[in-house]
């Protein structure tokens, strides 16, 4: 599929602010299964944007404002192709033992500093226990989904996963939390995405729509032979695997690592946020591309 | 002839090496001469020595506070003046030379190492150090991947802990390649003794440390980014509350750069400056106090207030040096520290000069079983944390404590190495009577890493003050000694002086008082009339 | 006022402007001297030899061995038979200081006469068995107690004009002096590969010793060698004690104490020296020039010495007579 995004975000603070610093993770990536084929960021007011790749490999724009201001807005344009992903591999559980394995899993296979206590987990970390490293990829797109209401306002941008147990709700920020967790206590290598999804009604009656920034994650499996391990997508808020609606702009070990936008300013006032996502299908057969 | 303390026969501990005296109790060559210029003070001496010395570090501020429990029941905080013990520690020329070369070679391996973690990953393609390991440690800093400092140096300041077990050999304990800090007091101390007791230094060619500040500023100078011609070097401390702030202003001071706290710099594009009075001052080096997560919040800790937004911006640019360099931290990491003699032999080539305390990983099972059944007689340490915070030494601990430690370890063995316990060398210190008696000590030798490594002649001994104690941290009642690196050649008395030149001494202005003589006085003579 | 009075201040100020700097002197240099000579040109080392260079204290001719650091010490700072001591200096001074107790104020007076009372305890208490520090201290203490009163208590008149401009020829003659005997060993040649680390050495001391290192760090970004060290210390005007400093604040008190000043001669020797530091500090600053440069400071100064006491004390310096301590 093509996507025309756009994503705007506009800032508006109560009194001036100055040195308004910000990190932009909103660009797609570049990856087997997407290519970006234009992207750009405006900014107003006006700044320099300085551009680099950070380590896990998402393309960070990075601006700073420095005189006085009362209104920021942050303004992403791209252009993307989506394709459909090969059959993922379905190895044993042993493949996963693999020095390779390991090598290639590094980081995603760590706890994280704010892991529920010992024990809480443990009910839903046997039952997302699948015949295989597959089958427990897509058990747990499921069970979330089964035990979790997806409820806005319920949490919010920093909380953990005990907090989304506490609640029994969440986003899918949340929900990808938890997915990361389930998945490496079972020893299989996940990581957070972070990316757009073109949630469009199932009938294809709208070429154009207003969605939300989204996140999902990726499971490792091993590859057969000596292929090397694949990264598998996998969506907790909407079952099953990761397709070609899913734009992706990057990952990391969790929501810390790829956040859409990071900043602060000089100053004690408080800004009012309002952002949007639009997403286009520039190849659908209404023909609706701009 | 052996000389013997005679204020109170000095017995060293059985089953240590007591650094001055041998084990039947005579001075060792090099210490003859200091035991009997200690001999010759006498006690008393000694002991007013000490309460002028205590004064004097009231007077001047080198001081620190306490922290725990004893303290909290006193109600309040109280600067205590930072305890100097007025006996030396001497090192012989010819041992000094081996530590330095060890170090040297040890220094240059870690920076080796920090620059291979984040771009090629080698001595983890090579299959020495398993890239598991590495992510996995706390201090491994994602955002310094792929950014390549000027001259390739990340380790600018190091300060590793040696310690000499029971037979005298020295071993390393720990690395420190983030923000060692002691550098001050070794300074101080050294002025310190010169005041104080300045009788004990004849007969010695003791080799001065003072020049430390011009090579660390130096360095600091050689490492900023080019373009400008007279780069600006600042100190950023975390501010005041911080326990070593004395240091970070004494450095400051000594090296004639600004002091900053975070709240006077700001990035601006890729560029940081400071904020003077005369407008924003661009800023070339920074020799920075605090951990890599506290420097910018928007990178690391985004709920750091100490940090200055936007600073790895201006570092990644390369318009910005930072020292150390940000990531260092995975090197002192206390597990990875087990794989620092292979490093020296992957990335140099050679064979360790200084070994290792023997470690053990805990994420191989085996080695966790093995060390989990002899925690008793174990010392076992976090990895990620310095200073000596979090660590159990087992001969000393309840079997409470063990079952605790052990239930810590279980629950995510990577954090926790185990080592043997070393048995540390003593240096005869005066106790409250003014006799001496052995006391456990370390020491940390600092290196300044610019265009080369330049070693400060000896370091900071850090005494435990206790008896038996082992624990030499000044938070637990550790106090510290004056490190004396002797000269190749040891002269007997005074010091040999330059060939004599001419010169002719200017005319001294007469001070004299001048003198006020009257005019001699006339009598009145004349008469009227006649 | 009385020209008597004017004099007694005016070496009032110069004794104790001496007892200041040599215990400066003394206590930066013992502290470098106990240890061995550094392995990097930046560490620092001034001789004893050179600190009886600087004090003109013994006739170094006739001596034929080095001069021990405890024989220096006595000498310079506890020896009442040496002017020049510490010792004599503040006994000098003290005496002067007696003399105008009802023109300076109260509280100077008692500054000084403690001073001497503290002096004698020290020495008689044999506080010099474990160290000069404490004696030295005591004096640098006491004699910024006593400028700092001088500032806060005494009329800004003629007075306090004579007692700063003989503290102020004091300080220009005796940072002279030291950077003469620390620069002039090596004389106008380059020095070579082994000289240079030892002239360097002597200038890190001279820094230590006028207590300037801090100021330099900040004020200079050259490492602390001879030249910008000397270059320093003598063309500085912001650093106090410099001898461009010291000229200046001599030419501003005696244009204060004296009514007929745009004519007087000393205030005109002052003001083209001033004036020609000013134009040499943007010339060359080798070693060699810095040593021409010094020779004429000094002989300059000398002059202006002269001229003080022929304006104001009647000539009286002319005709002095010894007086013991």
Redesign the interface.
């Known amino acids: 599929m093509r996507f025309s995004i756009r994503y705007r975000t506009e800032y508006q603070y109560d009194a001036p602010v100055a040195?308004n610093?910000n990190?932009l993770r909103a660009l797609p990536a570049t990856t087997p299964a997407q290519r970006c084929e234009e992207s750009g960021v405006r900014v107003d007011p006006e700044a320099?944007l300085?551009q680099?790749n950070?380590?896990?490999g998402t393309r960070v724009v990075?601006f700073?404002v420095?005189r006085p201001h009362d209104r920021l807005t942050i303004d992403v344009r791209a252009k993307v192709e989506t394709s459909e992903t090969p059959e993922p591999p379905d190895p044993s559980w042993e493949a996963l033992a693999t020095d390779a394995y390991?090598?290639a899993?590094?980081?995603y296979?760590?706890?994280s500093d704010d892991e529920p206590l010992?024990g809480a987990l443990d009910g839903l970390r046997a039952d997302a226990r699948g015949d295989g490293p597959l089958a427990t990829l897509l058990r747990v797109s499921e069970l979330i989904p089964d035990r979790f209401e997806y409820r806005p306002g319920v949490t919010y941008v920093g909380s953990t996963v005990q907090d989304l147990l506490d609640a029994g709700a969440g986003v899918c920020q949340d929900f990808a939390h938890l997915a990361l967790i389930l998945l490496r206590r079972n020893g299989i290598a996940a990581r957070y995405v972070s990316g757009y999804l073109f949630a469009a009604p199932p009938d294809d009656s709208e070429d154009s729509i207003e969605v939300n920034t989204h996140a999902w994650l990726e499971g490792l499996l091993a590859a057969p032979g000596d292929g090397a391990p694949v990264w598998v997508g996998i969506d907790p808020t909407n079952r099953g695997r990761a397709g070609t609606q899913h734009v992706k702009i990057g990952h990391g070990r969790r929501y810390?690592?790829v956040p859409p936008i990071?900043?602060?300013y000089r100053g004690s006032a408080s800004a009012e946020l309002e952002a949007s996502v639009r997403m286009t299908r520039l190849d659908s057969g209404n023909g609706a591309a701009p | 002839m052996a000389t013997e303390y005679t204020a109170a026969p000095y017995a060293p501990a059985d089953g240590f090496y007591d650094e001055l005296f041998d084990a039947s109790g005579g001075a060792r060559p090099h210490a003859e001469t200091l035991v009997s210029r200690l001999e010759r003070l006498g006690a008393g001496e000694l002991a007013a020595a000490g309460r002028r010395r205590d004064a004097i570090f009231m007077q001047q501020g080198i001081t620190f506070d306490l922290t725990g429990a004893a303290e909290a029941a006193d109600g309040e905080l109280r600067d205590r003046p930072f305890p100097l013990d007025l006996v030396p520690r001497i090192l012989p020329a010819d041992e000094w030379t081996v530590i330095k070369r060890g170090l040297a070679q040890r220094i240059r391996a870690l920076n080796r190492f920090v620059d291979d973690v984040y771009h090629a990953r080698e001595i983890?393609e090579a299959g020495v150090v398993?890239?598991?390991m590495i992510?996995?440690r706390s201090h491994f800093a994602?955002?310094a991947?792929?950014i390549r400092p000027p001259g390739d140096v990340y380790c600018h300041v190091a300060g590793c802990d040696l310690v000499r077990d029971a037979d005298g050999r020295w071993k390393v304990l720990e690395d420190n390649v983030r923000t060692p800090s002691g550098i001050s007091y070794v300074l101080e101390n050294r002025l310190a003794m010169t005041r104080l007791v300045p009788g004990l230094f004849a007969g010695y060619h003791v080799r001065p440390v003072d020049n430390y500040p011009a090579l660390l500023l130096s360095a600091l100078r050689a490492v900023a980014p080019g373009g400008d011609d007279e780069p600006t070097v600042v100190v950023w401390s975390p501010g005041p509350a911080n326990s070593a702030y004395f240091e970070h202003a004494f450095l400051a001071r000594t090296m004639g750069v600004e002091l900053v706290e975070a709240s006077d710099l700001?990035?601006?594009?890729?560029v940081c400056y400071m904020r003077t009075t005369s407008g924003l001052a661009r800023v070339h080096t920074i020799y920075r106090r605090l951990d890599d997560d506290f420097i910018d919040?928007?990178?690391f800790r985004?709920d750091s207030l100490l940090g200055v937004?936007?600073l790895m911006?201006a570092y990644?640019?390369g318009t910005l040096a930072l020292a150390n360099a940000v990531g260092t931290g995975v090197a002192d990491d206390k597990a990875i520290y087990h794989w620092v003699p292979e490093m020296i032999r992957f990335y140099l080539g050679e064979e360790p000069i200084l070994d290792n305390v023997e470690t053990y990983l805990l994420s191989d099972p085996e080695r966790l079983a093995y060390v989990l059944e002899r925690l008793d007689r174990l010392v076992v340490k976090p990895t990620g944390e310095s200073g000596g915070k979090g660590v159990f030494i087992g001969p000393r601990a309840t079997d409470a404590e063990i079952a605790a430690q052990a239930e810590l370890i279980r629950?995510?063995p990577r954090r926790w190495i185990a080592q043997e316990l070393v048995h540390l060398s003593t240096v005869p210190t005066l106790d409250s009577s003014g006799a001496l008696a052995p006391r456990h000590v370390d020491l940390r030798p600092f290196a300044v890493f610019g265009e080369d490594i330049s070693i400060v002649p000896g370091g900071l001994t850090r005494v435990a003050l206790r008896p038996g104690s082992m624990i030499v941290n000044s938070s637990q009642g550790g106090g510290s000694k004056d490190t004396w690196i002797l000269d190749e050649e040891v002269v007997p008395d005074g010091r040999p002086l330059p060939p004599r030149r001419a010169t002719v001494p200017p005319p001294l202005p007469d001070l004299r008082q001048s003198s006020w003589t009257g005019q001699q006085e006339q009598q009145q003579q004349e008469r009227s009339g006649g | 006022m009385l020209a008597r009075i004017a004099h007694e201040l005016f070496w009032l100020g110069r004794q104790l402007g001496r007892a200041e700097h040599t215990a400066r002197m003394l206590d930066g240099i013992y502290a470098i001297d106990l240890q061995a000579p550094p392995d990097a040109p930046v560490g620092a080392q001034l001789t004893w030899e050179g600190l009886l260079a600087v004090m003109g204290a013994t006739d170094e001719s006739e001596r034929t061995e080095a001069p021990d650091r405890d024989e220096v010490m006595r000498l310079l700072a506890v020896d009442a038979n040496n002017p020049s001591s510490v010792l004599a200096c503040v006994e000098a001074g003290r005496e002067g200081a007696r003399v105008v107790r009802d023109v300076i104020s109260a509280e100077m007076w008692e500054a000084v006469n403690t001073l001497r009372l503290g002096l004698y305890q020290h020495h008689l208490s044999g506080g010099f068995g474990t160290g000069p520090y404490e004696f030295l201290q005591y004096v640098k203490e006491r004699c910024a107690l006593f400028w700092g009163l001088a500032e806060r208590t005494m009329l800004e008149d003629e007075a306090r004009a004579f007692l700063h401009a003989g503290g102020r020829i004091e300080a220009a003659q005796m940072v002279v002096r030291m950077l003469r005997v620390a620069l002039a060993p090596f004389g106008d040649e380059v020095a070579d590969e082994v000289e240079r680390p030892a002239r360097d050495g002597q200038a890190l001391a001279l820094l230590h010793a006028v207590g300037g290192l801090h100021a330099f760090r900040r004020a200079v970004t050259d490492p602390p060698n001879a030249e910008p060290v000397a270059g320093f210390l003598l063309y500085e005007r912001a650093y106090p004690d410099s001898v461009a400093a010291s000229v200046d604040a001599l030419h501003t008190a005696l244009v204060a104490a004296d009514a007929r000043s745009r004519t007087a001669a000393p205030v005109l020797r002052l003001a083209r020296l001033s004036a020609d530091l000013e134009f040499r500090r943007r010339a060359s600053r080798s070693a060699g020039d810095l040593l021409a440069v010094l020779g004429d400071v000094q002989d300059e100064l000398a002059l202006v010495d002269h001229d003080i006491s022929d304006r104001y004390f009647a000539g009286g310096t002319q005709a002095s007579r010894v007086m013991t301590a």
Do not use: M
């Open positions: 040195d610093l990190s320099r300085i680099h950070d380590y896990f990075e700073g420095s390991r090598r899993a590094a980081e296979l760590l706890p010992n810390a690592d990071k900043g602060v | 983890v398993p890239w598991e992510v996995s994602r955002p991947y792929g700001v990035v601006r594009d890729e919040p928007l990178e985004s937004p936007g911006r990644r640019a629950a995510d």
